[in-house]
């Protein structure tokens, strides 16, 4: 191992990909794809979540060949020095534009429905200011951070479980495939562009990996329990408030942890989930954040972490954030009509491209 090198444990990295597959699924994902498939979006789900797998093996396959360096690095030898600068490029706006709307979703959380009265822009400046400081400490401090997440929402996950265990009816989620199966395959691509970031956020931070020879296992763990959370919650909205009510409604999980009969024993119930929701939307946020961080500083060659350029960093996030979420409509409209027409292209198309430059390259070094 190279001295000084930054080391997140396969474990802290198989939580830390659980918490970055959840926390803003369940906030917007549900509602867009009930308008789409009813009842059917769990299975939707599911289907998303195994579209993301063998992508996940190829990046890890081709990074285990460039030990030590991250999608940005190896990309310049595998697609020459010019597309390697232009997909660095492309990978630090694209994680800069995650980061942005995984914020936007936690301050619209925030502001519609327990902070009404507090500007949009305050709660936003707080939030990333909290996103700038875990990205100065770096990935391990945020690997670290998610092993705490993934026991806060284990206890989210028990809680909403046994709260909602009076108002469960199963028949909501009946029959399968109502929708047809072909409109069930098309919508799980929304899921997609809420989960599809996974394999270049993993090309990011595999060489910080301690054991990366087992890291398609943690990684694929992490995916699976990931994913089993925003199931198990798209199951349980269904079989509380029923497909047509989550259709209508904008953020429908928080709706759902208001329906459900607690805040008589537990007042204020929403705002003690929130709580334990936020860990993990805050470490989705922050290790998306430091992967735009990162590949800006590899792409332009800087070597030296700079807390001005975090800084630089921070104030743009908040300006976009604001451009982009201050208006919950047009934000709702961005990630159900616009998203997947960019997002799916990226997450899918690129580490197939570096997989078949891998191919192409080990053929030529085979013909001389």
């Not at 993301?52 to 999608?71: A, E, M």
Request: charged share 10%; glycine share 8%; with cysteine.
């Amino acid at each position: 191992m190279i001295k000084g090198k930054e080391v997140i444990h396969n474990n802290q990295f198989r939580d830390l990909l659980i918490c970055i597959m959840w926390p803003s699924t369940i906030n917007y994902a549900s509602g867009i794809l009930a308008r789409k498939v009813g009842h059917d979006m769990w299975i939707s789900g599911i289907i998303g979540i195994l579209t993301v797998l063998p992508f996940l093996f190829l990046v890890i396959y081709v990074g285990q060949k460039f030990s030590d360096k991250t999608i940005v690095e190896y990309s310049s030898e595998l697609l020459g020095k010019l597309l390697g600068k232009i997909l660095g490029l492309i990978l630090t706006l694209y994680f800069f534009l995650n980061a942005s709307s995984s914020i936007s979703m936690y301050i619209q959380h925030l502001t519609g429905f327990l902070l009404p009265k507090t500007p949009f822009l305050v709660v936003a400046a707080l939030h990333i200011f909290v996103i700038s400081f875990i990205v100065w400490k770096g990935p391990e401090v945020i690997a670290r951070t998610a092993v705490f997440a993934f026991g806060f929402s284990i206890i989210f996950f028990i809680l909403v479980f046994m709260a909602s265990l009076a108002e469960i009816n199963i028949d909501r989620i009946t029959p399968f495939f109502d929708f047809g199966v072909m409109p069930v395959l098309k919508s799980s691509i929304e899921t997609d562009t809420f989960i599809g970031l996974t394999p270049l956020l993993v090309a990011m931070i595999l060489p910080m990996v301690s054991n990366p020879q087992k890291a398609f296992g943690s990684a694929a763990s992490g995916l699976f329990i990931g994913g089993f959370f925003f199931i198990f919650y798209f199951v349980a909205e269904l079989m509380v408030m029923g497909p047509q009510v989550v259709a209508i409604m904008r953020i429908p999980s928080m709706d759902f942890v208001r329906s459900i009969q607690i805040t008589q024993y537990l007042h204020r119930f929403e705002s003690f989930m929130v709580a334990l929701w936020y860990w993990s939307i805050m470490i989705q946020a922050g290790i998306y954040s430091y992967c735009s961080y990162k590949a800006f500083m590899q792409t332009t060659g800087i070597k030296k972490k700079s807390p001005y350029i975090i800084g630089i960093f921070g104030l743009a996030i908040i300006v976009l954030t604001y451009f982009i979420g201050k208006n919950d409509v047009w934000f709702l409209y961005l990630r159900e009509h616009v998203w997947k027409y960019f997002a799916v292209p990226i997450d899918f198309g690129i580490p197939l491209i570096l997989f078949l430059a891998l191919g192409f390259k080990k053929l030529s070094q085979k013909a001389n």
